[in-house]
């Protein structure tokens, strides 16, 4: 099981530390290359791996971006896609201007060697580190060789699908194109939401839905549709199905983003309850439709159409 660490002064002795750096945003299939090479040398080296991770996003605190930095995972996101990577250790750093006002060489000594004296540093040739990124590969590799720790390189190719992937997955989500937004995760997109009290449109006209809201407002919610999706209400509850809507509902004059989510075959209460929702497939652009009856039965073309994504051999 993965130990996540929180305070850097009560982090244990590590066995032969492998250490990477980075926000593993999405943990996609990118990032999964470099876990591989960590585990690899961790086994050739007898150690542990050790991913160093910032909270919050350091681009929150010296980003020059202006608006909100969204991300594809929560940090207990990350942790739960870290673990089930099969790292042994994360450390939550928690990322300030007083952390980032350190020079590059107070970064190699006062904080990776001082805490964690690696026995080797895995990091990519453009990672940049220290107050205005002043420090680089080069450094830490001179640094490393005076303090007793060795660097190795990520390869150009597994950087690149890195950053390549960053970007395609939070595009794709944006332009509906799930389908490569999961291709490069390497898993369904995901979200938390707690079950609040809707308007209670949807149980009068036979889809009932659950209003959800999502506790963290840097979390990247897809572009407004409706989509085929999985459920999971608990983790003791097998996964259900489902069909969700991003959007205004306009047919109604609405004006406020909501996101519903309707269960097949489903009649319980979770009102206050936290539901992971995974998203499979876009299904349509959100529609003012004439009125109610144009609504319902568009929402039946829907649920069709997801079952048929979703579950083929259990609904049709």
Known sequence: MMQVH???AALPAFRNAIITIGTFDGVHIG?????NQLKETAAEAGGETVIITFHPHPRAIVGTQTGQVLLLNTLDEKIMLLEKAGINHLVVVPFDTQFANQTAEEYCKSFLYHYFKPHTV???YDHRFGKGRSGDYHLLESMGASLGFAVKEIDEQVLNAVAVSSTKIRTALNEHDIATANQFLGYPYFFEGTVIQGNQLGRTIGYPTANLQISQED??????????????LSEAQPIVWGMMNIGIRPTINGTKQVIEVH????SGDIYGQTIQVGIYAFLREEVKFTGLDALIAQLGVDAVKAKEVLHPSRYL
């Open 31 to 35: 990032h999964q290359q470099i876990i």
């Open 263 to 266: 269960i097949f075959d489903f």
């Open 122 to 124: 895995i990091i990519g």
């Open 6 to 8: 929180r305070n850097l």
């Open 219 to 232: 979390k990247l919610v897809p572009a407004n549709g409706v989509y085929a999706v999985s459920v999971k």
